[in-house]
């Protein structure tokens, strides 16, 4: 039989650490190098594990955990009141990303409004959405 510190102990000593997580998290964040570098080489066996969830319907399993309400008050009492402050963190990436966007808009030539609503689509949504296909990824 394999000795643990228990259940009881092991609570007691997560809940211990929740004030010290945010400093021992920023401390290994600064003590991280080359991780782009490191993320890159790594991708091989990336695609390799999230073919095997894939293959093994992982997420769905981990979903199935969840029920609706437990899901949605772990969204409402933890993601509700983060979202802000990641917004506003975000907000010079959101700024150059979106001008990107607005700029490439901006950008395409579409045909005259007509009568025809399937034509206005072809000459109209359809330059728009392959400006936007065309500029994904960059």
Known sequence: MVKTKGLS????NWEAGIGRAP??????????????????QGEDLFGQKMSEAISNKSRAAGISKVSDSEWQSA???K????????????KGKFNTGIAKVIS????VSIAPR????????????KP???ALHAIKGK
């Open 23 to 40: 400093a021992k998290y920023a401390e290994g964040v600064k003590n991280t190098n080359d991780w782009q570098a490191k993320a890159i």
């Open 114 to 125: 007509s009568a025809d609503p399937m034509a206005n689509v072809d000459g109209r949504v």
């Open 79 to 90: 993601g509700a009141s983060r979202i802000g402050p990641g917004m506003t963190a975000a």
């Open 9 to 12: 102990a092991t609570q007691k």
């Open 104 to 107: 490439t808009i901006e950008g």
């Open 75 to 77: 969204a409402l009492n």
């Open 128 to 130: 728009i959405v392959a």
